[in-house]
């Protein structure tokens, strides 16, 4: 079992930047690769930002690539997600994720641990 605590989540205005961070505890942080998904009122939870367990390769949704920075701190057992430029659109409850066996996965039912999430609320 990995439990996974998010934190770093609140409300700023268009433009502005945030920093989240998910905490994970039990088994060995550094045998899973990690996501980063996102769920907005009304709508599907989807893929945010993913990076590898092992060389730290990454991948990002095109809405956010160029504006987010998906990072690892094995030695904390956290992982990170830089937010900037936000927009209105990036509201949204923002929820880590581990994967044990796929590398950068895109796919939320590849997941096999999941935080409960943290609110961001981006003003215009």
């Known amino acids: 079992q990995v439990q996974l605590v998010e934190s770093g989540g609140g409300l700023v205005q268009a433009g502005g930047s945030l920093r989240l961070s998910c905490a994970a505890s039990g088994r060995t942080f550094s045998n899973y690769a990690m996501g980063w998904f996102r769920q907005a009122p009304g709508k599907e939870r989807e893929f945010v930002a993913a990076?590898?367990?092992?060389?730290?390769?990454?991948a990002y949704a095109d809405s956010v690539k160029d504006r987010f920075v998906i990072s690892r701190g094995n030695a904390k057992n956290t992982v990170y997600l830089q937010m900037n430029v936000l927009k209105p659109e990036d509201t949204a409850v923002y929820y880590c994720?581990?994967?044990?066996?796929?590398?950068?996965?895109?796919?939320?039912?590849?997941?096999?641990?999941w935080g409960q999430g943290t609110q961001v609320t981006v003003s215009s």
């Open positions: 994720a581990a994967d044990t066996n796929y590398p950068l996965s895109r796919y939320r039912s590849d997941y096999d641990y």
């Open positions: 990076i590898t367990r092992g060389d730290g390769s990454t």
